[in-house]
């Protein structure tokens, strides 16, 4: 089954950087798709990037030009580059995948296009 472990969160100044990673296992390079989410207090859940099996990358307009994402299939590892950090980042941030399908330009930004969730890991920008 597959299972994915978040690191990396943490507290910075605004303007600073962040690099999160989401360890993953048990999942074949066949097809997939997988984001980064974050949620806020009283907030929903919401998609900040994704990348899929062909390296088709879509971000929201919060993270365009400030977030990278990226996937290290040898190490088995999703990374979340984050520059320019505000304080509205703010967030948990949940690695999420789903192993049957690449991401869909509509849905890739919605929980329910997705399976499998790591436990999260705290941003916190001041």
């Known amino acids: 089954d597959v299972q994915l472990v978040e690191s990396g969160g943490g507290s910075v100044q605004a303007g600073r950087s962040l690099r999160l990673s989401c360890a993953a296992s048990?999942?074949?390079?066949?097809?997939?798709?997988m984001g980064w989410f974050r949620q806020a207090p009283g907030k929903e859940r919401e998609g900040v990037a994704a990348i899929d099996s062909e390296g088709t990358t879509r971000y929201a307009d919060s993270a365009e030009g400030r977030f990278t994402i990226s996937k290290d299939n040898a190490k088995e590892t999703l990374a979340l580059q984050m520059n320019n950090l505000k304080p509205e980042d703010t967030a948990m941030y949940y690695c999420?995948?789903?192993?049957?399908?690449?991401?869909?330009?509509?849905?890739?930004?919605?929980?329910?296009?997705?399976?499998?969730w790591g436990q999260g890991t705290q941003v916190t920008v001041s």
């Open positions: 999420a995948a789903n192993m049957a399908y690449r991401c869909q330009s509509v849905t890739w930004r919605f929980w329910y296009a997705y399976n499998r």
């Open positions: 048990g999942y074949t390079d066949s097809r997939y798709c």
